[in-house]
């Protein structure tokens, strides 16, 4: 079976391209420059070309404060560039993976977010994205849309550049007195390939629809932190940091917490634990 990952090339991306290309499909990596989502004339000649089954759409603009300074450009990419996408998919028959976030929720709930939970985004980049959702499940019958959260993978994020958070802490450790980190974040980090193997299996069923894909369980970004310097055998000192102390414009919701209820019924959820996904992050790093 033909598989196309657009984004192949980020942190979310390369881990998908080895995982289907492992269970035996015909990969297509499509990077930015092969495929401009934002124009369907793009993803039309992209992926008449390639005439895949499946596609995988992590192609995003997800930088968050990046986002609500350029809402139109946010919205280009992850609503647009989402329908283009599924408006395509549709036309050549291919079933469309669709990545989604948690960051579709306010935060305001005090138990995790199942499916049904009614999405209120607090930014530009949660409103587009859930654009996106919509114009998915709208304009394409055959979608897997996928909402996500707290991402760290071997291949650095694309959109944010530098160190995901697992390797910032280790360099913060070897370089700094004291490390500080928020406690007041709450969400589940999520090792992108045990995720690429989730987004495959569920992928190769029909069970078409709207999913919460996670780690399980939930900490804050202090506590994950604090699960790393344990399993790194740090020393370093560390210490909650004040919520003000890492101003950001866009507010963000401070508990995104998903349940994968719609993977569970359907008997396909095999997301680890998030302590788990970590310690499988650092035996394979
Ligand atoms: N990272 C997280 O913590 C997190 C959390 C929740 C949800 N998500 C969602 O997960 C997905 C994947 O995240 P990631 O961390 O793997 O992202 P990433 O590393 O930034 O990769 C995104 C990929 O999409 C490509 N891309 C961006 N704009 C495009 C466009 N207009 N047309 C075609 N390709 C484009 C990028 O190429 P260039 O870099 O060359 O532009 C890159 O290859 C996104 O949909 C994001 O919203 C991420």
């Not at 603009?61 to 408006?87: D, K, W, Y």
Request: aromatic fraction near 8%; hydrophobic fraction near 40%; glycine fraction near 8%.
């Amino acid at each position: 079976m033909t598989t196309a990952i657009i984004g192949a090339n980020g942190q979310l991306g390369q881990d998908l391209c080895k995982v289907f290309g492992a269970q035996g499909d015909e990969v297509v990596g499509l990077n930015h420059g092969q495929m401009e989502i934002t124009r369907i004339d793009s993803v039309r000649e992209a992926l008449q070309a390639v005439r895949p089954r499946l596609v995988v759409n992590t192609a995003a603009m997800h930088q968050v404060e990046s986002c609500e300074a350029h809402p139109g450009r946010a919205f280009t990419v992850n609503a647009i560039g989402a329908r283009n996408l599924a408006e395509v998919c549709s036309h050549i028959d291919a079933v469309l993976v669709h990545i989604s976030t948690d960051y579709v929720f306010d935060g305001n709930q005090d138990h995790p977010y199942t499916e049904n939970d009614p999405p209120l985004p607090l930014n530009v980049y949660g409103n587009s994205k859930l654009a996106g959702e919509h114009f998915v499940r709208t304009r394409t019958a055959r979608h897997f849309v996928i909402r996500v959260s707290g991402l760290y993978g071997h291949a650095p994020c694309r959109a944010k550049g530098g160190l995901n958070f697992v390797e910032l802490m280790l360099k913060l450790a070897g370089e700094r007195p004291q490390v500080r980190v928020v406690d007041n974040e709450v969400l589940t980090p999520t090792f992108t390939l045990d995720l690429a193997r989730q987004v495959a299996h569920l992928a190769r069923s029909d069970a078409f629809g709207l999913y919460h894909a996670t780690a399980a369980g939930d900490c804050s970004w202090y506590a994950f932190a604090r699960e790393i310097f344990r399993l790194a055998g740090l020393t370093t000192p560390l210490q909650v940091a004040h919520p003000d102390e890492f101003p950001a414009k866009a507010p963000r919701p401070l508990y995104s917490v998903l349940a994968n209820q719609g993977l569970q019924e359907h008997g396909l959820d095999i997301l680890l634990p998030w302590r788990e996904g970590l310690a499988e992050y650092f035996a394979s790093r």
